[in-house]
């Protein structure tokens, strides 16, 4: 939000400014859940590959399934930001 802490610029990593939400659906999504685990763009591709019944070769996209922290599992790794 801007205005939020007093800042008005996206250059801080407060929630309001660096967090993305992230909404996913479809068969054998819980629908309705709010899962709070940060997630990273770099999930995005090995989830549409699975949902696509593709292989995910995790040497080449190594993020976490969306669908699996949908059912409750939480990978064990940080989410990164950066600003340049």
């Given at each position: 939000?801007?205005?939020?802490?007093?800042?008005?610029?996206?250059?801080t990593f407060y929630e309001e400014s660096?967090?993305?939400?992230?909404?996913?659906?479809?068969?054998?999504?819980?629908?309705?859940?709010?899962v709070d685990t940060p997630v990273s763009?770099?999930?995005?591709?090995?989830?549409?590959?699975?949902?696509?019944?593709?292989?995910?070769?995790?040497?080449?996209?190594?993020?976490?399934?969306?669908v699996a922290m949908a059912e409750g599992?939480?990978?064990?790794?940080?989410?990164?930001?950066?600003?340049?």
């Amino acid at each position: 939000n801007q205005g939020a802490r007093g800042l008005w610029g996206k250059s801080t990593f407060y929630e309001e400014s660096a967090g993305v939400p992230a909404i996913i659906a479809g068969p054998g999504i819980p629908e309705g859940r709010v899962v709070d685990t940060p997630v990273s763009h770099i999930d995005f591709a090995p989830t549409i590959l699975e949902g696509a019944g593709a292989p995910v070769d995790k040497a080449r996209f190594p993020g976490a399934s969306l669908v699996a922290m949908a059912e409750g599992k939480r990978p064990a790794r940080p989410v990164i930001s950066e600003y340049h």
